[in-house]
């Protein structure tokens, strides 16, 4: 998947056309995502940081759970 962080609309905009294009030579383009950090219209905004991170924790898998077992030694 490929993140694109920018404020400016047209960028995404554009961004959104290209991946189209791509997609229509390219079948197997991987997903692209794109984030504003700028106001949300609700006066809230995020910081690149905290996308940054949300990115992060998002497309990272998961640890495994591992549970402590006893082995047996073999003699």
Known sequence: MIHLV?????????CARAVERLRGAEPDFPA?????????GQGETASAEE?????ARRALPKPPVVQAQRL???S
């Open 6 to 14: 920018t404020t400016a609309d047209t960028e995404i905009l554009a």
């Open 32 to 40: 692209v995502r794109c984030f504003n950090p700028g106001p949300t």
């Open 51 to 55: 996308l940054v991170a949300e990115i």
């Open 72 to 74: 047996a030694r073999c």
